[in-house]
């Protein structure tokens, strides 16, 4: 069984950065897009990057691109997000995404915290 372990959030200043990771145990990254979505106090599930796992292709927020880049290591079957910038606005419950055609597989969340 697939399952997907967010780490590396926390609490951080504003202009300060973090470095999220989520692995997958049980299973490989071997085909198609991996994403990370958040969700801020009262407000809904948000996209917030996406990367395709064959080639590295990467899709971002409005919110976020230029400040966050998403990245892949293939032999740690390993997704990244860098957050560089952060702003009190970036505070969330970030998650990680693998959408596959047999399930849509979740990690359990990770917090993020920016002080202003």
């Known amino acids: 069984q697939v399952h997907l372990v967010e780490s590396g959030g926390g609490l951080v200043q504003a202009g300060g950065s973090l470095r999220l990771s989520c692995a997958a145990s049980?299973?490989?990254?071997?085909?198609?897009?991996i994403g990370w979505y958040r969700r801020a106090p009262g407000k809904e599930r948000e996209f917030v990057a996406t990367i395709r796992w064959s080639s590295g292709s990467a899709g971002y927020s409005t919110s976020v691109k230029g400040r966050f880049t998403i990245s892949r290591d293939i032999a740690k079957n390993t997704v990244y997000l860098q957050m560089n910038n952060l702003e009190p606005e970036d505070t969330a419950i970030y998650y990680c995404?693998?959408?596959?055609?047999?399930?849509?597989?979740w990690g359990q969340g990770i917090q993020v915290t920016v002080s202003s």
């Open positions: 995404n693998w959408p596959t055609p047999s399930s849509d597989y």
């Open positions: 049980g299973g490989s990254f071997d085909s198609y897009n």
